[in-house]
């Protein structure tokens, strides 16, 4: 029998972008007929597709598409609150008439080829979570389709950018801290995370402010409970501990208790702990957790409202548009010295229901880690109610007092 000939493999995208000497997101944006890129652009990436033999008529076909009104999404799938902040934007979205696409940032798939898979969805727009791409990337980025940046100060004029006044928000734990009596308050920062310098400035302005400037001491940290956990590692090889830590955000405050609990710091009795972003994990009954909120819901809305606008040609300057937060008071945070103690809501909770809490934590917190490590309880003595109590991130914490401009609870 005679063997046919194989077929050759078609012409790619990659192909058509080395051809006109551009980037495949450009090629793909020409192709799927999405503004942000020049006639004289549109005409290069066009013949050069042609020459290449990329499927003359499919070109055509793709340029009288319609719209398709998607809006491409990446987040980090280990952050709780770039969850919380995804399902916000898809309902924003729904409401406006679009599309979400989501695409998971994680160890294997990075934000690059997160964003590479949007454009194959055709997204007429981005919206990027905490994005740590470099400023270079993110400024090409933004000449070849309509970007928005969620949580993330750039210095170029052309990308819609929707943040939360970092500055203000760190600001607000050390004002809350400092008006409970301590003085000694270390922040455990953010490491190299785009937005981890405008929180460290607004600690080291709300330190010197108060008088405090001599009390100044920043941890290098980081985003995760392995990077808060090693923080604290640090702190406790010294031969005092502060009194009060202020942490990057939720996921490393956890890791800091947790930390301490292992070695037998009572929080707060012994350490007041914060955190930043107000995730629904720091809403736990048992972990109980002082934090900032950045509002969510209007940090969606209005990301949303960023890309539509600029789809639709009601804006023609770059937007960045920024939100107050609001310190949500819980029970990680108490005068320096308090006994110890659970929470009046854990008591109200009880205990077997706050263990429950914890439980769920427990799954998300080794959902987010490479080797699937436990989240370790102290020893302890008996917990109310002769039950086995939530470890030290629950133990001894007492509620703090809430103060004006400033939420008490969840």
């Not at 493999?9 to 890129?37: F, H, M, N, Q």
């Not at 470099?134 to 100060?153: I, N």
């Not at 930390?259 to 009795?269: D, K």
């Not at 949500?328 to 005068?335: D, E, F, I, K, Q």
Request: glycine share 10%.
């Amino acid at each position: 029998m005679t063997e046919l000939p194989s077929r050759p493999k078609p012409p790619t995208i990659r192909e058509v972008a080395r051809a006109a000497g551009v980037s495949t997101a450009l090629v793909s944006i020409v192709l799927r007929g999405a503004p942000g890129a020049s006639e004289q652009t549109r005409a290069r990436v066009l013949a050069a597709a042609e020459q290449v033999g990329y499927r003359a008529n499919r070109t055509a076909s793709l340029m009288k598409l319609r719209r398709t009104k998607h809006l491409g999404i990446t987040f980090n799938v280990r952050n709780a609150f770039q969850a919380e902040l995804a399902e916000n934007i898809q309902a924003a979205a729904a409401q406006s008439g679009y599309e979400i696409v989501p695409s998971l940032v994680t160890a294997t798939h990075d934000e690059n080829r997160a964003i590479e898979t949007l454009l194959g969805f055709r997204c007429e727009s981005v919206i990027l979570l905490g994005s740590q791409l470099p400023a270079a990337r993110l400024a090409d980025l933004a000449r070849e389709l309509p970007l928005v940046l969620v949580g993330r100060r750039v210095n170029f004029g052309h990308v819609d950018v929707v943040r939360s006044a970092d500055h203000r928000g760190q600001a607000l734990v050390v004002d809350h801290l400092a008006s409970l009596g301590h003085r000694d308050i270390v922040h455990v920062d953010g490491g190299h995370q785009p937005i981890s310098a405008q929180r460290r400035q607004g600690y080291r302005a709300a330190m010197r402010r108060l008088g405090l400037g001599d009390h100044v001491r920043v941890v290098t940290g980081g985003d995760s409970e392995r990077d808060g956990h090693r923080a604290a590692a640090d702190l406790l090889r010294h031969e005092r501990l502060p009194t009060a830590v202020c942490a990057y955000n939720d996921h490393c405050a956890l890791g800091v208790i947790d930390a301490l609990g292992q070695a037998g710091v009572r929080v707060p009795g012994d350490c007041s702990v914060t955190g930043y972003d107000n995730s629904l994990v720091a809403q736990l009954t048992a972990i109980d957790l002082t934090s900032v909120s950045q509002e969510a819901a209007v940090l969606a809305r209005s990301a949303v409202r960023a890309a539509v606008d600029r789809l639709e040609g009601h804006v023609a300057a770059a937007t960045d548009t920024v939100l107050q937060p609001r310190l949500v008071v819980r029970g990680t945070s108490s005068p320096p010295g308090s006994l110890p103690g659970w929470s009046a809501r854990v008591l109200q909770h009880g205990a077997q229901g706050a263990a429950t809490d914890f439980a769920q934590y427990r799954i998300i917190f080794r959902m987010g880690q490479e080797h699937d490590r436990q989240v370790q309880r102290p020893a302890s003595g008996p917990h109310p109610q002769g039950a086995a109590g939530p470890a030290a991130c629950a133990a001894g914490r007492l509620v703090g007092r809430p103060e004006a401009g400033v939420a008490a609870g969840r």
